[in-house]
């Protein structure tokens, strides 16, 4: 068989088994069951049962392995756990794989440690000396069933379980091994052992493991979490809180109990609230004293009334009872110390003492309570309340309680509260009442429909931080006065003024070098647009989704697989092709009313947050998107057949079902019809799924054609800053990777990519690629190719300040390209020449081609081309010194901008204006317009105009005498050149900075600030830039006293200047070389002076030409 046969079949074998793998492709209308979650995975095997299977009967090894894992199903169970799998003596067990929470991990390596200590208690009741080992990890996981016949299998699958497995495998006995990524969860809640590194079976490099030693009692606040100073607004939930304590102790001599429960979502700040409630009130009185009172880590039904057991553990002196006899005698001493009067009997003691015992999970001495089990929660209540009265006859304030995390409360713990909550007041005698109590009730009050913890307790809900409060918020986590560009536009949308999902994705920015620290200012990189979430705010987020009922979850994942904003009748579409027929409520309604989806404006819907469709999305298995997918294509593919607004929405949804002929076919429609012209970034997306399309399969579209559409690509990518990989594209088209290019194509793309090198600073290589475009062109191509090739040769030339000569090139291409003929590319070139004529000094050729691109701009209507013409216009006017000329030229080219939408350009013109009225004197209209320029750019994340900008405000900074802000915004300068790889710039910028520490006294810096630009303008080739550092560096160093190495600059500064025609440097230069001697000057060098003085004087360089005059004055040697 040959080779082209081979893979023909085999492309056909492949295609084949990819429609059956498409749920789409099958016509399937049902989700499969399952999802991609991060799931804690435990694994515990006992070593010791070979010994035992020598010495003992089978059924008797049977019995006992059945005895020893019931208990440690237990303690699994107990931290909601769920078992996997009983393999032998080894169990798997899942945390997180149904139900998420954000104490996955914690509750995992909790049922481990449980296990470990009830181990010897098992081998002593049994006779054993058993062993165990558990390894542990946390990672992204597959749920769900697999195989025609496996109702009942539900177990996870991927890399996580594997390397879980090695964990156990690898873990010395009686201990558990864990990962470097799974400690890094919970470092702040376990005490570790480092045991270095570990290579296990599939993975290429070693893992970093460590063994569990024991959790901790009081932990620091975790990564990201907040501070005790960044306490922001929340101002009226103070307020309301301080009247309810006032309104505790009012009837605290009457032993009232007043009650306040605080509902939030999780991370929204309630515990940072009550903290700072508490901190204030501890500063008034030190007799105040909370309780805090937490559920044990796991779900509701966990540990049986874990609430109150943590009151227990604090308020009684039980920490030395080990055994169950000494701590039931120690609770029997406190409840008798207790007593409400001589009326309570021994027996009565006892039995408060029994039944509290229960909560500690003590056995009760003669077996079962003598008791109606069902009147048990009853009977607690009434001993529980008892003890709380006591207590609080014995504080001279309201006893307070602060009970957290309600929400994860098990069925007990909320009985009881309910119980004391509703019955205290009531059932008080009020002529022995002594002591009130305070209850602060913390609950995420989440779910459709949820009201809270306890009916009858007013409650405070905790808002959201409005956009302001979040700037603070991240100005004191940051420590600076000013955010880094970009940040908020960045952080606010996806937080939603979340405090802790703020905190945590600034965490990630930091921890990925996104965000980074450099000479005392913060940077955001361009990268950041692309961040992940993180691993604590993804369980968050989907604990909350994992509450919703079945069908409004899948509802919400619908939702989120439309994403951004979507039709209301397309997601009402799906819904109904994937419910089934025995549901008989609206989805859509009640995810509304419970506020996970906004509407819009005509007809559209939204979730209401980014980061919950996020989550719903990632969430969803592949192959349940692509089904949702390939639904919405199709059913708004027959909504909305022949609307151009609609074929976007199609042809993505097409796409991302990987339905290839249908994919094709829309986004080439979408391409046609100049869907998204008007946003680059997303016309770039949609070029680049059509491109890939064409490229899988060739014969989808022949318009556009792949080679066009791929230089099309190159040019957007261009535009927008992704230089290295339109180069790239750029690259493989003339390798002829797309196919064959014509001459003039060639030419064009050799232009672009020639382009591309000079914007890298490749300059080399530009001219090398224009030199050749411009050779292919007059051989084989047009007039219009050749003019394209010389006026980016002009453009470079102009770069490397070659000026004259790229005034010829312009002038050359001008000539060859006919005046009837590519107006738009003469009116570029023109724009070009007078460019090039201004730098040199010549306003009215400068003027002349200026204006003549203006009426060319003018009769094509090409407002783009007419808002640059303006612009140079106006910097030509501002060089003129005609102020008001230039004003009103930048005024209508921001005109222009704006009507068409140019933000670019806008922000370009809002710059140059704000130079304008800075240099006008009219700072503060320069300082709004600067500001306004700097947020444009931020937006459009275009780091050199922020470069730029952020230069400007720095001297307008210096203006208004705030040397601070001025080195702040230098700094910033310097860092965005710098990633850009700008060396140019970033050279001009460490000039601002050497100017401003030399008027700060700061000689030093000044001169390392100087020495670091030298160094990029030598690397540069920028000559005169390299004379005046060096005479920079020379006048810092005379500053200092180091004649010798001022004189040495000074010395390589003039050698550089000669023969050029600025002579009034040359005779800067000749002044401080005479300033470097200290007697008098020798004849050479006075003879220079001399020559030099007239220079000076004809420079009006007055103080320099008077201190000539004094050196030349002084006695000859």
Wanted: with cysteine; charged share 25%; aromatic share 4%.
């Amino acid at each position: 068989m040959t080779l082209p046969l081979a893979d023909s079949l085999l492309g056909s074998e492949l295609e084949s088994l990819g429609r059956i793998l498409n749920p789409v492709a099958r016509g399937e209308e049902r989700l499969r069951e399952g999802e991609n979650r991060w799931v804690a995975i435990l694994f515990m095997d006992l070593k010791g049962f070979t010994e035992l299977g020598e010495r003992l009967h089978s059924e008797d090894v049977q019995q006992i392995l059945d005895r020893v894992l019931t208990v440690f199903t237990n303690s699994i169970e107990k931290y909601s756990g769920y078992i996997d799998k009983y393999e032998g003596d080894l169990i798997m067990a899942l945390f997180g794989s149904r139900n998420a929470s954000e104490q996955d991990t914690e509750r995992a390596l909790l049922a481990g440690l449980k296990m470990l200590r009830d181990l010897p208690e098992v081998n002593r009741l049994l006779g054993t000396s058993l062993s165990i080992r558990i390894g542990v990890n946390t990672g992204l996981v597959t749920t769900g069933r697999v195989g025609k016949k496996r109702e009942g299998d539900f177990t996870v699958y991927g890399d996580a379980v594997n390397v879980a497995s090695r964990m156990e495998s690898h873990a010395p006995l009686n201990s558990i091994l864990i990962p470097e990524e799974t400690r890094a969860l919970v470092a702040n809640r376990f005490r570790f052992t480092d045991r270095g590194e570990l290579q296990v079976k599939g993975k290429a490099q070693p893992l970093h493991v460590w063994t569990v030693d024991h959790a901790l009692e009081s932990t620091p606040l975790p990564l990201g979490s907040e501070s005790e100073q960044d306490f922001i607004g929340r101002e009226p939930q103070l307020q309301a809180l301080a009247m309810a304590w006032d309104e505790a102790c009012a009837g605290h001599a009457n032993g009232t109990l007043v009650a306040r429960e605080l509902l939030a979502p999780a991370g929204q700040g309630k515990s940072r609230l009550v903290r700072e409630f508490l901190g204030r009130l501890t500063q008034e009185s030190s007799h105040l004293v909370p309780v805090p009172l937490r559920v044990a880590p796991g779900t509701t039904g966990g540990t049986a009334g874990s609430l109150w057991r943590s009151l227990l553990t604090q308020l009684l002196p039980l920490g030395d009872a080990d055994q169950d006899e000494s701590c039931r005698a120690l609770l029997r001493q406190t409840m008798a110390s207790m007593g409400s009067d001589s009326s309570d009997s021994g027996d009565d003691v006892m039995q408060r003492a029994n039944l509290l015992g229960l909560l500690l999970g003590l056995p009760w001495p003669s077996g079962q309570p003598p008791m109606d089990p069902g009147g048990l929660p009853a009977r607690l209540a009434i001993c529980l309340r008892h003890l709380l009265e006591q207590l609080a006859s014995r504080s001279p304030q309201p006893l307070t309680l602060i009970c957290e995390d309600l929400d994860r409360a098990d069925a007990l713990s909320h009985t009881l509260l309910e119980h004391l909550a509703s019955n205290w007041n009531r059932d008080r005698d009020r002529e022995q009442a002594r002591g009130g109590l305070f209850l602060l009730l913390l609950h995420r009050g989440e779910g459709i429909g949820n009201p809270g913890a306890l009916p009858g307790v007013d409650n405070l809900r905790l808002p959201p931080l409005n956009d302001e409060e979040s700037r603070r918020l991240l100005l004191h986590a940051l420590d600076c006065q000013r955010l880094p560009e970009g940040l908020s536009a960045l952080l606010l949308p996806r937080a939603q003024g979340n405090p802790l999902v703020l905190r945590e994705l600034l965490v990630l920015l930091q921890e990925r070098d996104l965000l980074v620290r450099r000479e005392g200012a913060w940077l955001l990189r361009d990268e950041s647009r692309r961040l992940p979430l993180p691993h604590g705010l993804n369980q968050l987020l989907l604990s909350r989704v994992d509450l919703l009922p079945a069908s409004l979850k899948r509802g919400l994942q619908c939702a989120a697989v439309l994403g951004g904003q979507f039709p209301r009748e397309l997601l009402l579409d799906c819904l109904a092709r994937l419910a089934d027929a025995t549901e008989g409520h609206d989805p859509l309604q009640e995810l509304l009313r419970g506020g996970w989806l906004r509407e819009l404006e005509h007809g559209e819907l939204c979730v209401v947050s980014s980061l919950v469709e996020e989550v719903c999305y990632t969430t969803l298995l592949r192959h349940n998107r692509r089904l949702i997918h390939g639904l919405a294509a199709r059913e708004a593919a027959k909504r909305w057949p022949d609307d151009p607004a609609r074929t976007l929405l199609i042809a993505r949804h097409f796409d991302e079902a990987d339905l290839a002929p249908e994919a094709g076919h829309w986004l080439a429609r979408a391409w046609r019809e100049g869907a998204c012209n008007t946003d680059p970034r997303l016309r770039l997306d949609l070029g680049t799924r059509l491109a890939r399309r064409l490229e899988a399969a060739p014969g989808i579209s022949t318009e556009p054609a792949l080679t066009s559409l791929q230089r099309e690509l190159a040019a957007l990518q261009e535009g927008l800053g992704q230089w290295g990989e339109a180069l790239e594209r750029c690259q493989r088209l003339i390798a002829g990777d797309h196919g064959p290019l014509p001459p003039g194509a060639r030419s064009e793309v050799l232009v672009l990519q020639g382009r591309l090198q000079a914007l890298q600073g490749r300059r080399e290589e530009a001219g090398a690629s224009l030199e050749e475009a411009l050779v292919l062109a007059e051989a084989t191509g047009t007039a219009r190719e050749q003019a394209l090739a010389l006026s980016e040769l002009a453009r470079l030339a102009r770069i490397r300040g070659h000026l004259p000569r790229a005034i010829a090139l312009y002038e050359d291409a001008l000539l060859r390209l006919p005046l009837q003929e590519s107006p738009a590319q003469r009116a570029d070139c023109l724009m070009g020449l007078g460019s090039c004529r201004r730098a040199i000094g010549d306003s009215p050729g400068s003027r002349e081609a200026l204006e003549a691109a203006q009426r060319l701009f003018s009769q094509l209507d090409d407002l783009r081309g007419l808002c640059g013409c303006q612009q140079s216009l106006g910097d030509l006017a501002r060089l003129g010194g005609d102020l008001a000329g230039a004003r009103q030229h930048y005024q209508q080219a921001l005109q222009h901008s704006r009507a068409l939408g140019l933000r670019e350009k806008e922000a370009a013109v809002r710059r140059s204006l704000g130079d304008l009225l800075m240099l006008d004197g009219q700072l503060e209209s320069a300082e709004q317009e600067l500001t306004d320029a700097l947020a444009l750019f931020g937006e459009l994340g275009d780091l050199h105009g922020r470069a730029v900008v952020l230069r400007s405000q720095g001297h307008l900074a210096l203006q208004l005498g705030d040397a601070t802000r001025a080195s702040d915004c230098f700094l910033k300068s310097r860092d965005l050149r710098r990633v850009l790889g700008d060396a140019k710039g970033e050279a001009f910028a460490l000039t601002d900075l050497a100017r401003l520490a030399a008027s700060e006294g700061r000689l030093e810096a000044a001169e390392a600030f100087t020495q670091e630009a030298l160094e990029l303008f030598r690397v540069q080739g920028q000559r005169p830039a390299v004379t005046q550092c060096l005479c920079g560096l020379a006048e810092l160093r005379l500053q200092r006293g180091e004649r010798d190495r001022a004189r040495a600059a000074w010395t390589e500064a003039l050698a550089l200047l000669e023969g050029q025609p600025d002579s009034r440097a040359m005779a800067v230069c000749v002044l401080g070389l005479a300033e470097c001697e200290e007697g008098p000057l020798p004849p050479a060098l006075r003879e220079r002076l001399e020559d030099a003085l007239p220079r000076l004087v004809e420079s009006r360089l007055d103080s320099a030409a008077r201190r000539a005059r004094e050196l030349l004055d002084g006695p000859p040697r």
